[in-house]
């Protein structure tokens, strides 16, 4: 059993920076992988970014590539996702979620994650 406790959020400005951070409590087993997912109103929810816990591998969307860092902090069982650049693009409630048994070819997929964050909004605007 994973609990995950999700902080950071905000309204901002288009161009500034935000960090969420994710922290997960319980045991965790071999090849697992946090993510972040995003969902936009009237959208579905779409992957941002994940981190497998072995190895430390990152994946990112297209969309967020170059302005999102996804990195965890092992000792404090904790996942950041640091987050330049923001634009109003990318305003939704996100999401951090933790699967066991994550293979590469699915990390990117929803139904990969068992356990889910209470969600955290992101507002850009000016």
């Known amino acids: 059993q994973v609990q995950l406790a999700q902080s950071g959020g905000g309204l901002v400005q288009p161009g500034d920076s935000l960090r969420l951070s994710c922290a997960a409590s319980g045991s965790t087993t071999s090849n697992s992988a946090t993510g972040w997912f995003r969902q936009a109103p009237g959208k579905e929810r779409e992957f941002v970014a994940a981190?497998?816990?072995?190895?430390?591998?990152?994946h990112y969307a297209d969309s967020v590539k170059g302005r999102f860092i996804i990195s965890r902090d092992g000792a404090k069982k904790t996942v950041l996702l640091q987050m330049n650049g923001l634009n109003p693009e990318d305003s939704a409630i996100y999401y951090c979620a933790h699967g066991d048994g994550v293979i590469l070819s699915s990390i990117r997929s929803k139904s990969t994650y068992y356990y889910w964050g209470q969600g955290t909004q992101v507002t850009v605007s000016s």
């Open positions: 981190i497998r816990w072995s190895g430390g591998s990152t």
